[in-house]
């Protein structure tokens, strides 16, 4: 399975390479569109995916269906451009994310940065592992003065909503910054370039790979007020346990 995965994104890679950016529709929320490589890249995750595996069920987000997880035992979750806006403004953070889930759990999940060429790697109690294979570890302890990365959601709704959290996050001692793409943000906590991130009105495409190298590099992946249900993630935040629990303190203050 991991030769399979890794050599999956790595061709995702040359495909959106071989494609272009420019939008092929438009869906819900300010700047949310779909491009021709979202298209691209997942057309070719799907067939690769449905060759070598007929059964499993795939639930990619450009055609994404209604669905019960309870009825499949292999699932694939399927991102194929997390950070579109970024890529058709040219800026240089987004990536493909695949996970694999067998009986309600995820036991493989991989994400690729298209832009710098990295691939990261977790596999279920086997540990989660970085470019050249070098094994990922959270280490940073404390939101003061550290680096705290959020999102900035499709909905006013949701932006409304995190107004309070940010003003906490900030009073803490934490710097902010928001780069447009889930799936790289939590590569950067793993590889300890962030301290924490958190979002609302996430995905399950956006989560599902990155939960597991998260945890798999020991740190923590929740919701604000319980465990992460990947296929509703409507709160996430990720981190080291230590950095995960102030969080969750702010939250109560």
């Known amino acids: 399975m991991k030769d399979f995965l890794t050599g999956l994104l790595t061709e995702s890679g040359k495909i959106f390479a071989s494609s272009t950016t420019r939008i092929a529709g438009h869906k819900q929320g300010g700047g949310n569109w779909v491009t021709e490589a979202d298209l691209a890249v997942e057309n070719y995750l799907i067939k690769t995916i449905s060759s070598a595996y007929p059964s499993h069920f795939i639930l990619a987000e450009e055609s994404a269906q209604e669905f019960d997880p309870k009825s499949y035992s292999d699932i694939w979750i399927v991102d194929p451009l997390d950070g579109t806006t ?8 987004y990536g493909t994310s695949v996970a694999y889930m067998h ?10 940065d ?19 294979g070098k094994k990922l570890e959270i280490t940073k302890r404390s939101l003061k003065n550290g680096l705290v990365c959020t999102g900035s959601p499709y909905t006013y709704e949701n932006f409304l909503k995190g107004l309070p959290i940010l003003s906490k996050v900030h009073a803490s001692g934490a710097r902010i910054v928001i780069l447009g793409s889930a799936v790289i943000e939590c590569m950067f906590v793993a590889e300890n370039n962030l301290s ?3 979002e609302i009105g996430l995905k399950a495409w956006d989560v ?9 590099a020991g740190g923590l992946v929740t919701g604000f007020n319980g465990p992460l249900d990947i296929f509703h993630p409507d709160t996430f935040v990720c981190g080291s346990q230590p950095i995960v629990a102030e969080f969750k303190n702010l939250l109560a203050t």
């Open 208 to 216: 599902a790979a990155a939960k597991l190298i998260i945890e798999e």
């Open 114 to 132: 298209l832009v710098n060429k990295k691939l990261f790697f977790g596999e279920k109690r086997k540990g989660s592992f970085g470019p050249d």
């Open 196 to 198: 924490l991130y958190y």
């Open 86 to 93: 970024n890529a058709t403004f040219g800026l240089p953070i």
């Open 103 to 112: 009986g309600g759990e995820v036991l493989y999940g991989a994400i690729y």
